[in-house]
């Protein structure tokens, strides 16, 4: 039973927006903004209409059943238990208590829910200043512990499970220089010097040069292609933040590096994935900070390995991961086989980028964490982890799916979760470490992973 009158009431109140699909059921109105109707009007109505005299002052169960409310739910729910127009029979009194009886249940139902709400919203809020805290604890113990001693501290135990944890933001440009060290001595002064010869190099690429000699024509044209890649990777970077960009408050620090580096190892010049690296450092280190972690990482082995592009170098790498995918996941290593999926097609990607591309950045941060403080093995390591935590999902798909989900991964991946996985993988096959499978490379036991 719904009274018609009351619905048109309700409906064209502004409180209810019109452009939902269907009514809101439940909602928490602020009292005012429901137009309830005066009681001596509804009498007034009452009695207009069936000419008969109302009850005075008989509250309707409607009235009754609010007055016990702390919220006013939207009028829909409490058409139930409006009378019916004065031309229709009166509802029977069973058929009324029913109605009553429903409305507050769903009012019941409405209250649990908005309940269950506050309390989730509370734990979230809870949860968050707990992590902040942490964060901020943590940040005083390396400010104020570990960075003054880092020599003597850097290898302990219980750095190490700090480290693990993930450096807090506001230490993690530091930690990071620190930890991959320069061993190439780069100074300040040098990343200068490289920069004023990348820029005068952009100038006389942008001028048009009058009849250069054959040679200098060749490096000239290699110096523009690598240009014009460092100009179409630099808006493909982090496109999502916006300060990479053309106009961004970084685009022209990210440019200087990159030039910088191709001046500084024209031998290796600009390789796409450099970008995400570059990017990466720079919100984490100061300019030429960035420039010497950025050329000493790329100068590890594996990194070399990657950029140089040395075939027999990076199936070595390949075939050492093998050899630990089959000791951790011999299932899903057999699905890959069966359906030829390489790990070509989905670790280059991961390791030119440092996973900066493939993982949400807060948590390639947090690998990043780690690999500076274990190095190229951690890479392999975070490889094996994010197929262990996919590896159900995984089994179930064909070649085209595999490909697809391991160079797309899903947008939120639970952090501690992939950790977790990581943490659970052994890195030793044989009794041998990373090192010792990757230096055996040209054995026989390789050999077979190569040719296989």
């Known amino acids: 039973g719904m009274a018609v009158p009351s619905l048109l009431l309700y409906t064209n109140s502004p409180s ?13 109105v602020p009292l005012r903004e429901v137009p309830v109707k005066d009681p001596k009007k509804i009498q007034k109505e009452y009695e207009t209409r069936s000419g008969k005299p109302g009850p005075a002052n008989s509250p309707s169960p409607r009235q009754s059943v609010r007055k016990n409310l702390d919220f006013e739910p939207l009028s829909t729910t409490a058409l139930i238990l409006e009378d019916r127009p004065a031309n229709l029979p009166a509802k029977p009194a069973e058929e009324a208590q029913k109605h009553r009886q429903q409305y507050e249940e769903m009012v019941a139902q409405a209250k649990k829910r908005e309940l269950k709400e506050a309390q989730r919203r509370k734990k979230q809020l809870e949860d968050r200043c ?7 604890n943590a940040a005083q113990i390396w400010n104020q512990e570990i960075l003054p001693n880092w020599s003597t501290m850097c290898t302990s135990r219980r ?11 506001s230490v993690r440009g530091k930690v990071w220089s620190l930890a991959v060290g320069n061993d190439l001595n780069i100074t300040h002064e040098l990343y200068s010097i490289c920069l004023s010869r990348a820029r005068e190099k952009w100038r006389t690429t942008a001028a048009p040069s009058t009849d250069p000699e054959p040679e200098d024509a060749l490096g000239s044209s290699d110096r523009e292609s690598s ?47 450099m970008s995400f690296i570059a990017a990466v450092l720079i919100l984490n280190l100061d300019t030429a900070d960035a420039f010497i972690a950025f050329a000493n990482l790329l100068n590890k082995p594996c990194q070399m390995a990657f950029f140089r592009v040395d075939h027999s170098l990076m199936l070595t790498y390949f075939a050492a991961f093998e050899v630990f995918f089959e000791e951790n996941l011999p299932k899903l290593f057999a699905h890959f086989k069966k359906n030829n999926l390489t790990p070509d097609i989905y670790l280059i990607d991961w390791i030119f980028t440092l996973y900066s591309k493939s993982l949400p950045l807060d948590l390639a941060c947090r690998v990043w964490d780690v690999f500076c403080r274990d190095g190229e093995e951690f890479l ?19 070649f085209i799916h595999m490909a697809q989900f391991l160079t797309r991964l899903p947008d939120l991946i639970p952090a501690e979760e992939l950790f977790q996985h990581i943490a659970a993988v052994h890195m030793s096959s044989r009794n041998r470490k990373w090192a010792q499978v990757l230096n055996a490379g040209s054995s026989p036991f390789f050999l077979r992973f190569l040719g296989s």
Do not use: N
């Open 227 to 273: 240009l014009e890649l460092i100009k179409l990777d630099i808006s493909r970077t982090f496109p999502q933040l916006c300060i990479f960009q053309q106009g961004g408050p970084y685009h022209d620090v990210l440019h200087s590096i990159l030039g910088a580096y191709t001046c500084y190892r024209p031998d290796v010049g600009y390789v796409q994935g």
């Open 16 to 28: 209810v927006e019109q452009k939902d699909p269907g009514w809101k059921l439940f909602g928490k």
């Open 130 to 136: 707990k992590h902040e805290e942490s964060i901020g």
């Open 380 to 398: 392999f390591r975070t490889a094996l982890g994010v197929l262990r935590l996919y590896q159900d999902v995984l089994t179930c798909m064909d």
């Open 159 to 169: 750095v190490r499970d700090l480290w693990w944890q993930g450096i807090p933001p």
